[in-house]
């Protein structure tokens, strides 16, 4: 069984640039959640994607955006991106809702200069 | 008043010890709750949902108390590979969204 893998690992970017995350989900599930982690904080729910659509939103502005892909794997899109958007960005899927056991990628280490 | 509240500790014990974390949620409505295990610079790792008669698994003890809206979680027997970030992790909904609200956190350290 594969798990969640999430790309790239790591990244810098600067203020005001754009950034595409990516995430495989595990064999067999079929929703995407995506949460960011600041330091010392539990993680902060962004998004959910189910069947292609968003399923369920955060206290995120639109400038963070995603999609789901037929085969399950899901993008995070963060557009102008500010200094707070520094964060680990953690791709978690499920067989269904938040009900379900979440299981997380390895995450992608952001970090705007 | 934060959704989900933990104690951030650290909580430095010894091997051997028994070492309780608890956790406060706000909303009422919530059903699902979990208990999360996450190491340094590690992705977060379900160690065990909690349901409402209370469950056990080998030696981690959760309960539920909905009329007090609090969630615990006892460990006996402490090891050195507990040491750990422990996060209670509880489901909200709002305007039709189903979401999971992470706590900051309780950091365990075991000690030889």
């Known amino acids: 069984e594969t798990g969640v893998t999430q790309s790239p690992t790591h990244l810098i970017k600067t203020r005001g640039q754009q950034v595409t995350l990516r995430c495989s989900s595990q064999?067999?599930?079929?929703?995407v959640s995506w949460y960011q982690q600041a330091l010392g904080q539990g993680p902060q729910f962004i998004f959910q994607?189910?069947?292609?659509?968003?399923?369920g939103r955060g206290n995120f502005p639109p400038r963070f955006s995603g999609l789901q892909f037929p085969n399950y794997s899901s993008e995070l899109n963060v557009n102008a991106l500010e200094l707070d958007d520094s964060a680990l960005y953690l791709c978690?899927?499920?067989?269904?809702?938040?009900?379900?056991?979440?299981?997380f990628g390895d995450g992608t280490r952001l970090s705007i200069l | 008043r934060k959704e989900v509240e933990q104690d951030p500790g650290p909580f430095n014990v010894p091997e051997g010890a028994t070492v309780a974390f608890n956790c406060t949620y706000s909303?009422?409505?919530?059903?699902?709750f979990f208990w999360y295990r996450q190491d340094c610079r590690k992705e977060p790792k379900l160690l065990m949902s909690?349901?409402?008669s209370g469950n056990e698994d080998g030696r981690f003890t959760a309960q539920l108390n909905r009329a007090s809206q609090y969630i615990s979680l006892l460990i006996r027997d402490s090891k050195l590979s507990d040491s750990a970030t422990y996060l209670c992790?509880?489901?909200?909904?709002?305007?039709?969204?189903?979401?999971?609200?992470f706590g900051t956190g309780t950091r365990l350290q075991v000690f030889p």
């Open positions: 978690a899927s499920s067989r269904g809702g938040v009900d379900q056991p979440q299981h």
């Open positions: 992790v509880v489901n909200a909904r709002a305007y039709n969204t189903d979401k999971l609200i």
């Open positions: 909303n009422s409505a919530s059903q699902s």
């Open positions: 909690v349901y409402s």
């Open positions: 994607y189910y069947r292609e659509e968003e399923n």
């Open positions: 064999s067999g599930h079929n929703t």
